[in-house]
Structure formats: C-alpha cells, structure tokens
C-alpha cells in the first residue's frame, strides 16, 4: 500500500506565491522521480514540473523562472515553490511518483489564482 499525500493548495491573488508539499509512504521500494503535474478545468493533465532522485530538473515552459521544485529523498517528499502567480496558473496540481514499475498518483490539491 502507497499513501501519496498532496498539501499547500488554496487561494492565492496574483503575483502571490504559494508552497505545495507532497509525501510518499507505505510499500515504496525506491522512487525513480517525483513530480506536479496539473490540470484546468477542461483541459488535460501537464507536467509543471519534475526532479529526478539525482536532482535533475523539468520544467513547462510557462513556469521556467517562477517556480522551483524541490526534493527531500530521505522524506520522500516534493515541493513546489509557485512565485509571481498567475490566474492561469488556476488548476488542480497532482503530485505524481514514479517507481518501478508502478506510478503513483495523489488526489490533488487545488489552486486558485484570483484577485
């Protein structure tokens, strides 16, 4: 059994910033990476960002320069520093980790970005 747990959503005005937090458990042999991915209503589910055990980054091309992400591999735990918030940034965030040979999702915290 895996418990992905996602926290750090809620509302925020734009240019504001907001931390999200993700945390693995259970029956975890060794994750591979971890990542945020989010969806608009409407839309579908896209990588925000994504870091590897061994520190390597990904990011979308619209969150480059505002957003960081971050890992604790000994906490298995992910963050996700948002800066200079964006309406557009509005979506459910999903917090993804990727072991071998199974993936694991979250149920997703919400963020919203409004004035």
């Known amino acids: 059994q895996v418990q992905v747990v996602e926290s750090g959503g809620g509302l925020v005005h734009p240019g504001g910033s907001l931390r999200l937090s993700c945390a693995a458990s259970g029956s975890i042999s060794s994750i591979n990476a971890m990542g945020w991915y989010r969806q608009a209503l409407g839309n579908q589910r896209d990588l925000v960002a994504r870091?590897?055990?061994?520190?390597?980054?990904d990011y979308a091309d619209s969150v480059k320069g505002r957003f960081t992400i971050s890992r604790d591999n000994a906490k298995n735990t992910v963050y996700l520093q948002m800066n200079s918030l964006k309406p557009e940034d509005t979506a459910v965030y999903y917090c993804?980790?990727?072991?071998?040979?199974?993936?694991?999702w979250g149920k997703g915290t919400l963020v919203t970005v409004s004035s």
């Open positions: 993804k980790v990727e072991t071998w040979p199974i993936t694991y």
């Open positions: 870091i590897s055990t061994g520190g390597t980054t």
